[in-house]
């Protein structure tokens, strides 16, 4: 079965410092990966998405992430951290039976402070 | 285009109860996903449709069922509640042919007293 970890539970930054979320996926396959944001009392928005093109993702908002399968990680950065990111962070798994079951992490809060 | 649209918004319901909770998918898409977000945890998967069949099940029990209708809107069913039925339910919707990318809605609030 697949997985992810989430190392960190809560992350917190200054507003314009860089932002690091740190993701490790478990795969029998070649993984489809995906960050969501889910800011309070809303859905979950997809930041990005990694399906085995690139090797590096951008997302929305000036986030973006690198796949590195010699260390099964897919960590989410962005340089410089706005007051409205603070919101919870999911890294996700697809399983790859053809199906399209998500397989989320347990989430990543951000905290960022003025 | 409308997203993902989910009804209601918040329900309460009391221990040994049914809810429905109902699903409508972003405009095009013909695969509805179902999961439940407990308080402080990431969701988790109950089950999928696509051309009105469950496709694939998560591990929960029995009382929890749902359909897909031919306009691909779908309803979650859930009998007998409990008090750990309580969180946040969303629903995705997204292409059975596409690159696995699911479009959630904002999901409806279940409380159990």
């Known amino acids: 079965a697949q997985s992810v970890t989430q190392l960190d539970s809560h992350v917190s930054v200054s507003e314009g410092t860089p932002v690091l979320l740190r993701c490790n996926y478990s795969?029998?396959?070649?993984?489809?990966l995906f960050w969501y944001v889910q800011h309070p009392n809303k859905g979950l928005q997809l930041l990005l998405k990694?399906?085995?093109?690139?090797?590096l993702v951008k997302g929305i908002n000036g986030f973006e992430a690198e796949f590195k399968k010699s260390e099964t990680s897919f960590h989410l950065t962005k340089p410089s951290a706005h007051m409205s990111d603070a919101a919870e962070y999911f890294c996700v798994v697809s399983e790859d039976t053809g199906f399209q079951k998500l397989v989320f992490g347990t989430g990543t809060r951000l905290l960022v402070s003025p | 285009d409308a997203g993902v649209t989910q009804s209601p918004t918040h329900l309460i319901k009391t221990r040994g109860q049914q809810v429905t909770l109902r699903c409508s998918p972003k405009s095009g898409h013909d695969t509805v996903s179902w999961y439940q977000q407990a308080l402080g945890q990431g969701p988790q998967f109950i089950f999928q449709y696509y051309e009105e069949e469950e496709r694939q099940r998560g591990n929960f029990p029995d009382r929890f069922s749902g359909h897909q209708f031919p306009n691909y809107s779908s309803e979650l069913n859930v009998n007998a509640l409990l008090l750990g039925d309580s969180a946040l339910y969303l629903c995705?919707?997204?292409?059975?042919?596409?690159?696995?990318?699911?479009?959630f809605g904002p999901g409806t609030r279940l409380t159990v007293t």
């Open positions: 990694y399906t085995s093109a690139a090797t």
């Open positions: 795969s029998s396959y070649s993984p489809s």
């Open positions: 995705a919707s997204s292409l059975a042919s596409g690159a696995y990318e699911q479009y």
